[in-house]
T-cell receptor, first 113, second 116 residues
Framework: QKEVEQNSGPLSVPEGAIASLNCTYS??????FFWYRQYSGKSPELIMS????GDKEDGRFTAQLNKASQYVSLLIRDSQPSDSATYLC?????????????FGTGTSLTVIP | GAVVSQHPSWVICKSGTSVKIECRSL??????MFWYRQFPKQSLMLMAT?????????EQGVEKDKFLINHASLTLSTLTVTSAHPEDSSFYIC????????????FGPGTRLTVL
């Protein structure tokens, strides 16, 4: 079982719609949760981090964490063509060598003008 | 901010030569830096984790004698690809973690390596 799982997509939404990206993780001991955006040919950039259950909003982005169900999601409101990218979910959990960072394989999002 | 730079941004080299890639945290001290590799249309693959002043921890399947990592200071880590071959052609990305209390990784812009 993979540490972090994401639907690879592609996910297509029309401009102005809400894009919903989901991620599940296997270890209940996971502590921190992140969403990164990666444009083709570029490195990942941090969008949001979330550490406790519930919603966290930042502009058009809302991260949702449900530790009981072991999933974290990212909602993008008023989607724009510039949001077209691959979105990577990442989680960390502790180990005897320090917190380990695990990435999902990413979900490709296309926003259609 | 948390800015991480990489140099060079792209490099082309002949097979058999060595290439050094630098990763710098510009506005913070990074206790830990990470090196990733990404092939086209594939996900990030962690190669190694390096802590300042100690030996890097390599992921399974990554040859430590081929990918030499040095983390000599809290703002600089280097990855040297020794005796590069065409199959080493990839996008190499470093990231840095500010301190042990925060997990957030900040990524550099990446280095595209092409080995002829």
């Amino acid at each position: 079982q993979k540490e972090v799982e994401q639907n690879s997509g592609p996910l297509s939404v029309p401009e102005g719609a809400i894009a919903s990206l989901n991620c599940t993780y296997s270890d209940r001991g996971s502590q921190s949760f992140f969403w990164y955006r990666q444009y083709s040919g570029k490195s990942p950039e941090l969008i949001m981090s979330i550490y406790s259950n519930g919603d966290k909003e930042d502009g058009r982005f809302t991260a949702q964490l449900n530790k009981a169900s072991q999933y974290v999601s990212l909602l993008i409101r008023d989607s724009q063509p510039s949001d077209s990218a691959t979105y990577l979910c990442a989680v960390t959990r502790g180990s005897n060598t320090g917190n380990q960072f695990y990435f999902g394989t990413g979900t490709s999002l296309t926003v259609i003008p | 901010g948390a800015v991480v730079s990489q140099h060079p941004s792209w490099v082309i080299c002949k097979s058999g030569t060595s290439v050094k890639i630098e990763c710098r945290s510009l506005d913070f001290q990074a206790t830990t830096m990470f090196w990733y590799r990404q092939f086209p249309k594939q996900s990030l693959m962690l190669m190694a984790t390096s802590n300042e002043g100690s030996k890097a921890t390599y992921e399974q399947g990554v040859e430590k004698d081929k990918f030499l990592i040095n983390h000599a200071s809290l703002t600089l880590s280097t990855l040297t690809v020794t005796s590069a071959h065409p199959e080493d052609s990839s996008f190499y990305i470093c990231s840095a973690r500010r301190d042990s209390f925060t997990d957030t990784q900040y990524f550099g812009p990446g280095t595209r390596l092409t080995v002829l």
